[in-house]
């Protein structure tokens, strides 16, 4: 997707750079522009609000999904009987990239060693690629909130 596309349908975009934008967070009630936008060089456009929203809040609340910010969309293919669910092999490696650049971080973070702004953005990167891959397996928006609730009664009940 292009970032324009995005663009369009945010209020209060003001340019911030080569490929970077800020605008009006759309997923919260936003006074002034605490959503920062950033186009990479290969075309996937990377989210964060400062007060906190998640991706997959800010892109529902303008109507796209957080599988349309990435240049090339996951390949994705009919499930041959009902019910069943094709997992892409393109989406378990870029997880497998994920999971072990995530354990990486991890080890940084027991070892004492200080995260960088650019290490706390590429986290949130693999975080809205595991939600691409997930949502390239028909995982819903709806599938993640009752997962996030059933998380939350399990951790704090
Ligand atoms: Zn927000």
Known sequence: MSADKLLSRLHGVKANGAGKWVARCPAHDDKRPSL??????????L???WAGCGGAEIVAAVGLTLAELFARPLPNRTPLR???????????KSLDMEATLLHLVATDIVAGL?????????VAVAALRFAAAASAV??????????GQQWLDKEWR
């Open 138 to 147: 028909g995982v819903t928006d709806a599938d993640r909130v009752e997962v």
């Open 82 to 92: 009902p019910g069943e669910r094709w997992i892409p092999r393109d989406a378990l």
């Open 47 to 49: 989210l964060k609000c």
């Open 114 to 122: 200080p995260l960088t702004p650019a290490d706390v953005e590429r």
């Open 36 to 45: 920062s936008i950033r186009e990479t060089e290969d075309g996937t456009i």
